[in-house]
């Protein structure tokens, strides 16, 4: 049975660096096919996919974002970790991480957190 | 302002059947496979359709999908008020080497 769960800030400050925690059970991300991306949701707008993290290290970012967004992995702790640096209010969104599975590139995410709201606010 | 685009809403009566479409081009939908996602309010979305046209296990056939150059569409028959929510189309983009997501569609069944 595949779960992952969200965790981090509720809150954090304009400029700050926010850090985001993926814990998944029931997977490996080190089985070859296996992917975790991250995807978030402005309250009432729509889903924008952030990141990915390969089975075998490679990534890949949004390149809207891709100067502020880091994403790795702790194999043994079964985690991912997405950093935002120098967050905005416009980055106030619900943050999802989600499971993959598939050797092509795309986006069929089968499993999904529950989601993880972060305010940005001073 | 969304890669993929959608339209913002559609709405039929119970029992019939909508199309809900995504636009795209030939650095997205052309090349890679699609997939939709439908939302509810206030919970994580669900994959409904993947490589343009599977169901993933439990998800009734009345949900269809397909695919023809650089748009996709999403079918729903049989409409039911339980099926009122948000719907998602996705891909990657190859020139962008990102996953991208169309800006959504509010579906209600009047």
């Known amino acids: 049975q595949i779960t992952l769960k969200e965790s981090g800030p509720a809150l954090v400050k304009p400029t700050q660096t926010l850090t985001l925690t993926c814990t998944f059970s029931?997977?490996?991300?080190?089985?070859?096919?296996?992917?975790v991306g991250w995807i978030r949701q402005p309250p009432g707008k729509a889903l924008e996919w952030l990141a990915l993290?390969?089975?075998?290290?490679?990534?890949r970012y949004s390149p809207f974002l891709k100067s502020r967004l880091t994403i790795t992995k702790d194999t043994s702790e079964n985690q991912v970790v997405l950093t935002l640096t120098s967050v905005d209010p416009v980055d106030t969104a619900t943050y999802y991480c989600?499971?993959?599975?598939?050797?092509?590139?795309?986006?069929?995410?089968?499993?999904w957190g529950q989601g993880t709201l972060v305010t940005v606010s001073s | 302002q969304s890669v993929l685009t959608q339209p913002p809403s559609v709405s039929a009566a119970p029992g019939q059947k909508v199309t809900i479409s995504c636009s795209g081009s030939?650095?997205?939908?052309?090349?890679?496979?699609v997939s939709w996602f439908q939302q509810f309010p206030g919970t994580a979305p669900k994959l409904l359709i993947y490589?343009?046209?599977k169901r993933p296990s439990g998800i009734p056939d009345r949900f269809s999908g397909s695919k023809s150059g650089t748009s996709a569409t999403l079918g729903i028959s049989g409409l039911q008020t339980g099926d009122e929510a948000d719907y998602y189309c996705?891909?990657?983009?190859?020139?962008?080497?990102?996953?991208?997501f169309g800006g959504g569609t509010k579906l209600t069944v009047l």
């Open positions: 989600a499971h993959r599975l598939g050797l092509v590139r795309g986006v069929d995410f089968d499993y």
């Open positions: 029931g997977f490996s991300l080190s089985d070859i096919g296996v992917s």
């Open positions: 993290l390969y089975w075998d290290d490679d990534k």
């Open positions: 030939s650095s997205n939908i052309a090349n890679n496979d």
């Open positions: 490589d343009n046209t």
């Open positions: 996705a891909t990657w983009d190859s020139s962008l080497r990102a996953g991208v």
